[in-house]
């Protein structure tokens, strides 16, 4: 399977954990996004990266969340001291940027902090 | 089972019978738009894509048209079968910016 591949799907978590999530994007493609999805909504941006560098952050990334996408190839994306809040589905898709770029999604991991 | 103009959270339509749903986008900026089709437990999938120089865009069984004097977008699906039901969003984008800004999702039901 060639397409954005995310690990664990599901994560349940006491209230105050930290958890990590992993992303392995399609293998030549050079930007990688991060965004969170609630129950009936859309997919909302958190960050993105080209190769390793971090160029955007959304205000709704508080300093509890932090991604790394060290080599340029797959990412983390780790949430500190969780909140029953930070219950959501965290997609991550990826593209190969040429200007005008179809992002490609992973599956999702399911986090649910009870 | 058609809707045109009014974003509806809700589309139900008879298997065989065309679709439309519809997107409100919000930045006048926005100079590339994508709608996608999210099944349940799975991410987004892409289904067409429309550059602001273009008002419409055919695919296969998919028509995507765009008005930028109204910001209004939507998508036509030609004779909708049971494997189209699923939650279809609307994305937009601006060549500067990396993100997807999304719209409400319409969840489409087919009957069979």
């Known amino acids: 399977d060639t397409g954005v591949s995310q690990n664990p799907r599901h994560k349940i978590t006491k209230r105050g954990q930290n958890v990590t999530f992993r992303c392995d994007p399609i293998?030549?493609?050079?930007?990688l996004y991060w965004y969170r999805q609630t129950l009936g909504q859309g997919p909302e941006f958190l960050t993105y990266?080209?190769?390793?560098?971090?160029?955007?952050k959304s205000r709704l990334l508080s300093d509890r969340f932090s991604a790394e996408r060290p080599k340029g190839s797959f990412s983390t994306l780790e949430i500190q001291r969780t909140e029953q809040g930070d219950s959501a589905m965290y997609l991550c898709a990826s593209s190969l940027y040429v200007g005008f770029g179809e992002q490609f999604f992973g599956p999702g991991t399911r986090l649910t902090v009870l | 089972g058609e809707s045109v103009g009014l974003h509806l959270p809700t589309l139900s339509v008879q298997e065989g019978d065309n679709s439309i749903i519809n997107c409100a986008y919000s930045?006048?900026?926005?100079?590339?738009f994508i709608w996608y089709k999210q099944e349940s437990g799975k991410g987004p999938q892409f289904i067409i894509d429309?550059?602001?120089?273009?008002d419409k865009r055919q695919g296969q069984r998919v028509t995507v048209l765009l008005n930028k004097t109204v910001k209004h977008l939507s998508l036509q699906i030609a004779a909708t079968q049971p494997g189209d039901s699923a939650v279809y969003f609307c994305a937009e984008n601006w060549s500067n910016a990396g993100k997807s800004t999304f719209g409400d999702g319409t969840t489409l039901t087919v009957k069979p």
């Open positions: 930045n006048s900026a926005s100079d590339y």
């Open positions: 293998s030549e493609h050079n930007r």
């Open positions: 990266f080209q190769n390793e560098a971090q160029l955007e």
């Open positions: 429309i550059r602001s120089n273009m």
